[in-house]
């Protein structure tokens, strides 16, 4: 090999950037001919260069995900801290009380939820309505349970599925995180008459409603998705 050539293969191994991992473009044809034999150190040198790179990618998307999971919910809290108007607050109230009991302010978490239940009488014909109605009990219900009220927890999980529906239920559904905290508790028809409860705004299921009852009638705990999400 020339030096020419063998100061740029070597440019190639040692470039920082991560862009380029394959030989300079004046090398690819005659190493394609056959007319250049690399070294077996160099092309391992090559080859964990690549990887490298590629774990740098994957560990980069990796790291920007993690930090949109992290500012939503901060986002979410922040828009009710600026809502200035009940009908504001009505629409912020329901993710504000969801978070923060997740993340364990269980008083916060419950002041939000009597709030949002609070306001419902005012926005009956609010699109939002139906949200409100499942998240002030989902949220007052997992409260419940963490407090050991079963009995309170199976009551608000009936009336969350009594909710009348909105525009994003009646599409993807309800939020199941209380219907699986219960099952995880044993309580298997209470949320068995809950998924019955959510057939009459829910009808675009596909078949869901079905397969979790099929589930938790066969003793397991279905894999809910993203609806312990919404």
């Not at 394609?32 to 040198?45: K, Q, S």
């Not at 559904?173 to 949320?191: I, Q």
Request: with cysteine; hydrophobic share 35%.
């Amino acid at each position: 090999m020339k030096q020419g050539q063998h100061s740029a293969l070597r440019q190639t191994i040692d470039d920082r950037s991560g862009r380029e991992c394959r030989p300079p473009s004046a090398l690819r044809e005659p190493l394609a001919a056959g007319r250049i034999h690399l070294h077996p150190h160099t092309c391992m040198r090559l080859k964990r260069r690549r990887k490298a790179v590629k774990c740098d990618l994957r560990a980069q998307k990796s790291s920007s995900r993690h930090r949109h999971e992290i500012d939503l919910p901060l986002r979410r809290i922040d828009k009710l801290a600026k809502a200035t108007t009940e009908e504001k607050r009505f629409y912020a109230l329901d993710a504000a009380a969801k978070i923060s009991f997740e993340v364990g302010k269980i008083d916060e978490a419950s002041k939000y939820a009597q709030e949002l239940k609070m306001l419902l009488s005012k926005f009956k014909d609010n699109w939002n309505y139906g949200n409100a109605i499942q998240d002030t009990n989902l949220v007052m219900g997992r409260i419940a349970l963490s407090e050991n009220r079963a009995e309170d927890a199976k009551e608000y999980l009936l009336n969350a599925g009594r909710s009348p529906g909105s525009p994003q239920m009646d599409t993807f559904g309800p939020n199941m995180s209380l219907a699986e905290d219960l099952l995880g508790k044993g309580e298997r028809e209470t949320v068995l008459q809950y998924f019955e409860l959510c057939r009459k705004f829910w009808r675009m299921n596909r078949g869901r409603l079905d397969a979790w009852r099929d589930a938790v009638k066969a003793g397991r705990i279905p894999d809910f998705g993203p609806n312990l999400l919404y």
